[in-house]
């Protein structure tokens, strides 16, 4: 089994910045893509950014410029760094991994823009 923890959300004031964490841990070979994706309240889940396990990356246009998706091989652990914040970016952010068999989600980490 697989577990994934995200860390490091909040709350922060529009124009701010935080940064995500992601770590999975368990039995598995190697992580493939990892990814970020946010829900807000009414709304569906979107993909936010991903990074392959050569680090190619996707961005949704609405974060492009603004975030930056990175992963550290070694420790299984993906990171998204969030820079001038926005109201609109307020959400739960979820992480998601695929190893070779099957995908995993975290359980979401609240992240509020508002001053």
């Known amino acids: 089994q697989v577990q994934v923890v995200e860390s490091g959300g909040g709350l922060v004031q529009p124009g701010g910045s935080l940064r995500l964490s992601c770590a999975a841990s368990?039995?598995?070979?190697?992580?493939?893509?990892m990814a970020w994706y946010r829900q807000a309240p009414g709304n569906q889940r979107e993909l936010v950014a991903q990074v392959s396990r050569s680090g190619t990356t996707n961005y949704a246009d609405s974060v492009k410029g603004r975030f930056t998706i990175s992963r550290d091989n070694a420790k299984n652990t993906v990171y998204l760094q969030m820079t001038s914040l926005k109201p609109e970016d307020t959400a739960v952010y979820y992480c998601?991994?695929?190893?070779?068999?099957?995908?995993?989600w975290g359980q979401g980490t609240q992240v509020t823009v508002s001053s």
């Open positions: 368990g039995r598995f070979f190697g992580i493939m893509t």
């Open positions: 998601k991994v695929w190893t070779q068999y099957s995908d995993y």
